[in-house]
């Protein structure tokens, strides 16, 4: 149950759906089975390990998070601090003798199990009355003891293994300030920051997995006011730009979270997101790799041998949770899964009432590719004219600085919304060149990366 009032609690469950998200980012990732190469390297965002470790391992301690808030008179401040504590499994298997020894793999009818690392959620709930907060402002300190469990494996009845688990103590701290800014509007700037304070001392050369089960992972913060609202760090009002720009995050980032127009909770997440985050929703359900690919996930999950299957139900309860998922998933739901646009619906969502998208320039005659010229060195580049390659260092990749020095033939002068010109060029030397121009695919240069070659410019007017 949680210690929230009623109007911060309801602001924070619409949030959460994301919150989860990030919480479980590449938690466990497709084939779903431990022994999978790419499962073997876990826990990638938002890991706070402890301090003694930091030097060891490159990883970081803290996290900080500043935002701008308008926090009304008597108004309290909600903190959410979540994330996943690491619990080491190993599998032990029933001997003949009444007792259990450490076997690397156990295999009963439905699963396989094997090692592995569990992440069990954990939640530290905070509640301020914002007038605390300024000056030296609130601290509070958490620990989590370890503990250990074992859970009993049976086949038809009978004991024949069991896994062990084990939590080791996690000692975490928030300290939370909140300083009044100047000028006629009021509002603070809140600085939130956790530590990991486990006085861990890892032996030399300690590694990854030492320090993890001692660390914060995934590690983010839910914020919310009672009675006032956050500022956008990434769309601020003129009136807070600068201040905002003043505000210091590491190695987070907050956004204003819940339904678009709210702005009474922020989420301060290890993964850069935008404003009013939220879940596709096409998404059949948590797949820890991004909703962006949850068509070509839940095949390929359907598409596993029953042999891949068991060792992926015996991998982690989440990952068992995904097999059962494909292979219950209708045909009506993955074609709901199959081509979604929302963008473009947004955009020319007007067309059936007879109005036109804001820019449309097939129909602009103001631009014609094809005819349309730029004045280079006293020639008029465009379509047909010779021009020497001279990619830009500061705006190209390496393809392209692989052409410095090559001739190329333009194909269209493309003026962009905002403004700028780009050349569509082929290679003159390409073989691929004529295909390539079939296709309408070209590479792009602007005019300052080219220099006409003379005698090729093509006359105005032509």
């Known amino acids: 149950m949680s210690a929230f009032p009623p109007g911060i609690e309801r602001g924070f469950a619409a949030a959460r759906q994301i919150a989860d998200a990030v919480l479980l980012e590449g938690y466990v990732l497709y084939p779903y089975r431990a022994s999978a190469a790419k499962n073997r390297l876990r826990w990638q965002f938002g890991v706070l390990v402890p301090p003694e470790y930091t030097a060891q391992g490159g990883e970081h301690s803290h996290q900080r998070t500043e935002c701008v808030m308008e926090a009304r008179a008597g108004d309290r401040l909600a903190v959410e601090l979540r994330f996943l504590r690491v619990q080491r499994r190993t599998v032990e298997q029933a001997t003949a003798v009444g007792g259990f020894e450490p ?17 069990v959620e954990e939640r530290i709930e905070l509640l301020f009355p914002v007038e605390e907060l300024t000056g030296v402002g609130v601290e509070r300190a958490f620990r989590l003891p370890g503990v250990g469990e074992t859970e009993l494996l049976r086949a038809h009845g009978t004991a024949v293994g069991r896994l062990v688990r084990r939590r080791e103590q996690v000692d975490g701290l928030v300290r939370v300030t909140a300083e009044e800014l100047p ?9 939130v920051v956790v530590e ?85 929703p096409e998404s059949l359900g948590t797949l820890y790799d991004a909703t962006e690919i949850d068509e070509i996930l839940a095949l390929r999950t359907a598409a596993l041998t029953e042999e891949e ?102 194909e269209a002068v493309l003026h962009d919304v905002d403004g700028s010109v780009h050349l569509a060029v082929t290679v003159e030397d390409d073989p691929g060149a004529d295909l390539w121009r079939a296709q309408g695919r070209f590479r792009y240069f602007q005019p300052d990366e080219v220099t006409p070659l003379d005698g090729d410019d093509v006359p105005e007017g032509s």
Request: a negative charge; glycine letters at 10%.
């Open 309 to 410: 299957k068991r060792e992926a139900r015996g991998t982690d309860e989440r990952a068992a949770a995904v097999i059962d998922l494909a292979e219950s998933m209708p045909p009506e739901v993955l074609e709901r899964l199959h081509g979604a646009i929302r963008g473009l619906r947004d955009l020319t969502g007007g067309a059936a009432d007879g109005e036109q998208p804001w820019w449309d320039p097939g129909n602009d005659p103001a631009v014609d590719p094809e005819r349309d010229r730029v004045q280079l060195g006293g020639h008029a580049v465009g379509a047909g004219s010779r021009v020497v390659l001279r990619p830009g260092r500061r705006r190209t990749d390496a393809q392209d600085l692989f052409l410095d020095g090559r001739t190329g033939v333009v």
């Open 103 to 119: 076997v690397e793999r156990l295999e009963l009818a439905d699963r396989v199990f094997t090692e592995w690392d569990e992440g």
């Open 183 to 191: 000028g006629r509007y009021r509002a603070q700037r809140l600085t």
């Open 196 to 280: 990991n304070v486990s006085a861990w001392m890892p032996p030399r050369r300690a590694s990854r997995e030492e320090a993890l089960p001692r660390s914060l992972v995934s590690a983010h913060l839910l914020l919310g006011l009672e009675q006032g609202r956050f500022v956008s760090a990434t769309d601020p009002p003129e009136w807070a730009r600068a201040e905002v720009e003043r505000c210091r995050s590491r190695h987070t980032w907050p956004v204003l979270a819940g339904p678009p127009g709210e702005r009474g909770v922020v989420l301060s997440s290890p993964i850069i997101l935008e404003d009013h985050p939220k879940v596709a």
